[in-house]
């Protein structure tokens, strides 16, 4: 597995990129919250299967396809779908131009298009909130076919072979809905935890080596503890994401480290009492 991998980098790695396209080039720093997720995810991108990640807001979905584009070296296009989204946001829209004293209609190509033709990394967030009927127009291009019709041009596009697709969804979130099964065939899936304890400690290691131990130590036992809470079913999921403990620990270090808790998490809440619950939980590391 590792010798494909590998050669597969090797391969992308190699490629040449203008300076615009080494702009979309992700930063790694991923964690795998265990031993093989990585691999494994980075072994089904290799073979050129598309990749659904699944997992609550916060755990890592975005930094991990952020993190794939780092070590393939590949530029990264993101979608982030809503009810709004449309086959022009995805594969994109014609529009007048005019060059030389004449006027034509020009066709802007969209993420998807230009991902396939290039052989960039198209990586489509929250996938499940956008409308059921916007999104089969991604079925030939996520099967074996990898090929589009481009139904405003006519153009057939078949995908450059570095050509990879990475999906995030958030279960059960408000705004959601079920992926039909037609389209969830088409992903090889993958579930993203958060992380544990020590892989908790090493992120924060790496994010804050200069960090005061007292502040360490209180951040990473509330992550724990808000983990806790929401296994136990008094916090929603949202509350333990470690996007936002990061970025209450580095408000913590210029103000209140409170106040920078209030802030980055338990103000993201909606339940009054989820938001106590938050601060209580904190209150008890100050001591």
């Not at 004293?101 to 290039?118: D, L, N, Q, R, S």
């Not at 499940?128 to 916007?134: L, P, V, Y």
Request: net charge negative.
């Amino acid at each position: 597995m590792q010798q494909l991998i590998q050669k597969e980098r090797k391969k992308r790695k190699n490629r040449e990129y203008n300076e615009e396209e080494l702009l979309l080039i992700g930063e790694g720093g991923y964690i795998s919250p265990n031993d093989h997720l990585w691999l494994d995810v980075l072994f089904t991108v290799t073979l050129k299967k598309p990749v659904l990640l699944k997992g609550p807001a916060g755990a890592g979905k975005t930094k991990m396809a952020e993190s794939i584009s780092d070590f393939f070296h590949q530029p990264m296009h993101s979608i982030n779908c809503s009810v709004d989204l449309d086959a022009e946001s995805l594969l994109g829209f014609k529009t007048i131009v005019q060059k030389d004293g004449e006027t034509f209609i020009e066709f802007m190509e969209g993420p998807v298009i230009k991902t396939m033709k290039e052989g960039h990394l198209l990586y489509i967030d929250e996938i499940n909130m956008a409308k059921a009927e916007t999104l089969p127009i991604l079925h030939s291009v996520l099967d074996y076919r990898r090929m589009l019709t481009n139904p405003f041009t006519g153009e057939v596009i078949v995908a450059h072979p570095d050509f990879s697709v990475i999906a995030a969804i958030n279960e059960g979130y408000i705004g959601t809905a079920p992926m039909n099964e037609a389209l969830k065939n088409r992903f090889v899936s993958f579930s993203i935890p958060y992380l544990n304890g020590e892989q908790l400690e090493e992120l924060w290691k790496e994010r804050f080596p200069d960090l005061p131990e007292n502040l360490r130590i209180l951040m990473l036992q509330l992550a724990e503890d808000l983990k806790q809470q929401v296994i136990n079913g008094l916090l929603s999921e949202e509350a333990a994401s470690v996007r936002s403990l990061l970025d209450a620990t580095e408000l913590a270090q210029y103000m209140d480290p409170l106040r920078a808790i209030r802030y980055a998490i338990a103000e993201k809440l909606d339940d009054p009492s989820e938001k106590e619950l938050v601060l209580e939980l904190a209150k008890t590391w100050m001591k």
